[in-house]
């Protein structure tokens, strides 16, 4: 089982991305999901998690009101849309995931990251 992450890329400050993680091979179900993000030489931080039925969000105070965490269960994928961009959400973007491959097993898995680079 893999996170594959895509949508990263260069832009403008106030400008927009969308990335996506999506889980590939076999899965019981995937639980808690959510996007970090580390810039050089900080600390890998939470930008916003989302519940197993997609209910529940919950953001970074830094990234509130600008980005928009979804998951789409049928397609197994997780999304990140980031409007409002600064040069400070310069990092790599990293996917996590609670999976389960039976009843009762939890494992967290990572994406391999995706470069969010954003210009002044």
């Known amino acids: 089982v893999q996170l594959v992450e895509s949508g990263g890329g260069l832009v403008q400050a106030g400008g927009s991305l969308r990335l996506s993680c999506a889980v590939s091979?076999?899965?019981?179900?995937?639980?808690?999901m959510g996007w970090h993000r580390q810039a050089p030489g900080k600390q890998r931080e939470l930008v916003a998690r989302i519940s197993s039925s997609g209910v529940s969000t919950n953001y970074a105070d830094s990234v509130k009101g600008r980005f928009t965490i979804s998951r789409d269960n049928a397609k197994k994928t997780m999304y990140l849309q980031m409007n409002s961009l600064k040069p400070e959400d310069t990092a790599v973007y990293y996917c996590?995931?609670?999976?389960?491959?039976?009843?009762?097993?939890?494992?967290?898995?990572w994406g391999q990251g995706t470069q969010v680079t954003v210009s002044s």
């Open positions: 996590n995931a609670d999976l389960s491959l039976y009843a009762g097993h939890h494992s967290s898995s």
């Open positions: 091979g076999s899965t019981f179900s995937i639980n808690l």
